[in-house]
């Protein structure tokens, strides 16, 4: 899907004279410690992704990646794999490029359409507004984002299990004696394995672009919240019932950032340990974390797409495309979907808060 997605984001950044995205190289890091059965794993597994579809990359001793990128400090126990074609997508510049480009082809963009009822007929699928007006379309691609499990249920009567998460990225500004540039210019992106101490799925960031600090989060380990009632933070509209949630989210956030701040210590020796801003963004996880692109059992003329899973934008295209071809009905999709069909998700309950996982 990455090698599907990246030339249709380059496609949609030349039209924009190249202001969406920069090609910075990254940095997949990983520990060599720990029992004997796992260590390496999942550099290996990477290693054998990049050597079986051909992928241009380089293994990397700490020495040799503080060498060639003096914004790391990495220590003796890590290695990593460096891959030249990674890079940043400007994201609200990606989102007002997609918009204008549809419009541009001829397509009627419509907002403040809050579905509540959907059916079909032999011709045509229609969705109908909470305030009474229809849309009518041969097919029907639903991508509700945090939505999904809501709108799955009220829109199709199928369950699709989801967890949406409020996680915390934070911002840390390099120190005022740093003469390293931390800039997108010259510091590559970053992902580690490295055990965040509220799960196993590590963190990944960002160099600087618009905020004089490079990024850092920690994922999969922000609060459980439900998007109608999200915090401010979290892209909600605040309010009483924002200000609770909040509230009920402020111990595991803080939890979050000490996590987020002990990795970068360990790691960036030329940045400031505490963040100068934080931030909230959604995460929507099926319980696999991988997306659903599928025909809804029961409504063929619909098709469903969602659970981004923290790794959803940057595929978007050939998200796209997939929910395209299944709309379409008569053109053969480009891929297998098999794996991302809802039914695989049926048997799956909810999300547990208590044992950080779904029932099954």
């Known amino acids: 899907m990455m090698l599907k997605s990246l030339p249709l984001w380059k496609e949609l950044d030349a039209r924009t004279g190249g202001a969406l995205m920069a090609t910075t190289g990254g940095l997949n890091i990983y520990g060599t410690q720990g029992a004997a059965s796992d260590r390496g794993k999942p550099l290996e597994a990477q290693l054998e992704t990049y050597l079986r579809r051909g992928i241009p990359h380089?293994?990397?001793?700490?020495?040799?990646?503080?060498?060639?990128?003096?914004?790391?400090?990495?220590?003796?126990?890590?290695?990593?794999?460096?891959?030249?074609?990674?890079?940043?997508?400007f994201a609200s510049r990606c989102v007002t490029a997609v918009w204008d480009y549809a419009a541009a082809l001829g397509v009627e963009c419509i907002s403040g359409f809050r579905a509540a009822k959907l059916s079909e007929?032999?011709?045509?699928?229609?969705?109908?507004?909470?305030?009474?007006?229809a849309l009518l379309g041969r097919s029907i691609v639903v991508a509700p984002g945090a939505w999904l499990t809501g709108l799955s249920r009220s829109l199709f009567g199928i369950h699709v299990p989801t967890r949406v998460s409020a996680e915390t990225v934070c911002y840390y500004a390099p120190n005022e004696a740093a003469t390293v540039d931390?800039?997108?210019?010259?510091?590559?992106?970053?992902?580690?394995?490295?055990?965040?101490?509220?799960?196993?799925?590590?963190?990944?960031?960002?160099?600087?672009?618009?905020?004089?600090?490079?990024?850092?989060?920690?994922?999969?380990?922000?609060?459980?919240?439900?998007?109608?009632?999200?915090?401010?933070?979290?892209?909600?509209v605040g309010g009483a019932l924002g200000a609770s949630v909040e509230a009920a989210a402020e111990g595991r956030v803080v939890d979050v950032i000490t996590s987020t701040s002990r990795?970068?210590?360990?790691?960036?020796?030329?940045?400031?340990?505490?963040?100068?801003?934080?931030?909230?963004?959604?995460y929507t996880?099926?319980?696999?974390?991988?997306?659903?692109?599928?025909?809804?059992?029961?409504?063929?003329?619909?098709?469903?797409?969602?659970?981004?899973?923290?790794?959803?934008?940057?595929?978007?295209?050939?998200?796209?495309?997939?929910?395209?071809?299944?709309?379409?009905?008569?053109?053969?999709?480009?891929?297998?979907?098999?794996?991302?069909?809802?039914?695989?998700?049926?048997?799956?309950e909810a999300y547990d808060e208590s044992r950080h996982g779904f029932r099954r």
């Open 285 to 348: 996880s099926t319980p696999d974390h991988d997306y659903v692109i599928s025909r809804v059992p029961g409504f063929p003329r619909c098709v469903l797409a969602g659970g981004g899973s923290g790794h959803g934008f940057k595929m978007a295209p050939a998200i796209g495309d997939f929910a395209a071809t299944l709309a379409m009905r008569d053109v053969e999709p480009p891929a297998v979907l098999k794996r991302f069909e809802v039914e695989r998700l049926q048997h799956i």
């Open 263 to 282: 990795f970068v210590g360990s790691t960036f020796p030329h940045v400031q340990v505490e963040p100068f801003e934080t931030q909230s963004c959604l």
């Open 58 to 89: 380089e293994r990397m001793c700490a020495d040799a990646v503080n060498e060639r990128f003096p914004q790391f400090g990495l220590t003796a126990d890590r290695e990593a794999l460096f891959q030249p074609d990674y890079g940043v997508l």
């Open 182 to 236: 931390h800039s997108y210019h010259s510091m590559p992106v970053f992902c580690s394995d490295e055990d965040n101490g509220m799960g196993a799925f590590g963190y990944y960031g960002l160099p600087m672009i618009d905020v004089p600090g490079i990024k850092a989060s920690a994922h999969y380990c922000g609060p459980t919240i439900d998007p109608d009632a999200r915090p401010s933070s979290a892209g909600g």
């Open 121 to 133: 007929g032999s011709e045509a699928a229609v969705v109908t507004a909470d305030d009474g007006r």
